[in-house]
């Protein structure tokens, strides 16, 4: 595809160049004006990190860490070249190494990166409201990695791997940069052609479908019922109608010294202020009128309804402390 100037009713097409024919490097000059735009190569993402190496081999480096709105981790590889030259594998090895980053580590890297970049904000607020989460809700986040790489192109070999990766479920896309010089400037159209835009929505849907029923296929779902006060109850029932009656018979004062009474396997994931609840996050609570609880600080509070089996047998037992008594059946 060529790139033209409209001048006087006239089109001229502009000279197709290379980075290294304009003298531009690939950290100092393009790494340097991408971590400041990086919405031309992956829209709706954050730089946390620059050159990111936390770990003993200091020669392998993510060239910029980020995070999306959906709070998943961002490994994004650059390179000049017009072949792409094993990025793709380097990435993996990279989107491995940080998948069990927590968000803890998360704000640390970042502090570092806003040092470094002379900025004064707090990284962690900046974190929390990008991605939509509060203090209750950390266990959502980075969840999955995925990948970004930018080149001028890609060789055959490359995309030929990045496809039959996302065929497997890996978020991965190609982003070629390709630099035109119009008079005395460097032009750079940034074009996704991995997943191609138009048809990217239906190759997620298509993907999560798959997915869907590789699972309903490889994964035993659990139907536990549990016998409490004379009623049968799921799981998620349960857990509510075991903390509605622990917080009406012992009235903790708030949500904070509620939450401290319970083991912290469970204590990120038993309640919320009803308040705070995005769209996203109300669909993982009781948040029907009649569910949500007051507290005698007047914090109204809703119930988490999302329980593991390891998770409402721990709620359980903790109740069972104060003498609750539940039967599984």
């Not at 995309?159 to 035109?180: A, H």
């Not at 509510?240 to 917080?247: F, V």
């Not at 939450?259 to 609570?285: C, G, H, P, T, W």
């Not at 119930?303 to 539940?326: D, F, H, P, R």
């Amino acid at each position: 595809m060529s790139l033209y100037n409209i001048s006087n009713k006239n089109l001229t097409a502009l000279t197709q160049t290379t980075f290294a024919a304009e003298g531009l490097q690939e950290r100092q000059d393009l790494q340097e004006a991408l971590k400041g735009c990086i919405d031309a190569i992956a829209p709706d993402c954050l730089v946390i990190s620059e050159e990111f190496s936390d770990w003993e081999d200091s020669r392998r480096r993510i060239d910029l860490l980020a995070i999306d709105r959906n709070a998943n981790l961002v490994v994004i590889e650059l390179k000049r070249d017009e072949i792409g030259a094993h990025m793709e594998l380097q990435a993996l090895r990279y989107a491995a190494m940080i998948s069990t980053m927590t968000f803890d580590k998360a704000c640390e890297y970042f502090e570092q990166y806003i040092d470094k970049e002379g900025l004064e904000i707090n990284a962690r607020e900046i974190i929390l409201e990008f991605v939509d989460l509060d203090e209750n809700s950390l266990d959502d986040f980075g969840n999955d990695v995925r990948i970004v790489l930018a080149s001028a192109d890609f060789g055959k070999e490359l995309t030929t791997s990045v496809l039959w990766l996302r065929d497997k479920g890996i978020d991965i896309s190609c982003v070629r940069l390709t630099p035109y010089r119009y008079k005395d400037d460097v032009l750079i159209n940034a074009e996704q052609i991995i997943p191609v835009p138009e048809v990217e929505e239906y190759q997620v849907r298509f993907r999560e479908k798959r997915a869907e029923q590789r699972s309903s296929l490889s994964v035993v779902r659990d139907y536990s019922k549990y016998r409490y006060n004379e009623q049968i109850y799921n799981k998620r029932n349960l857990a509510l109608a075991l903390m509605t009656d622990w917080i009406a018979t012992h009235q903790p004062s708030s949500l904070e010294a509620l939450l401290k009474v319970f083991d912290n396997n469970i204590r990120r994931r038993i309640a919320m202020l009803a308040e705070s609840l995005s769209d996203k996050q109300r669909k993982r609570y009781h948040t029907d009128e009649e569910d949500l609880i007051e507290l005698t600080s007047g914090e109204v509070i809703a119930i988490s309804n999302q329980w593991k089996l390891e998770t409402i047998t721990n709620l359980i037992e903790c109740v069972g402390k104060y003498g609750i008594e539940v039967e599984k059946l």
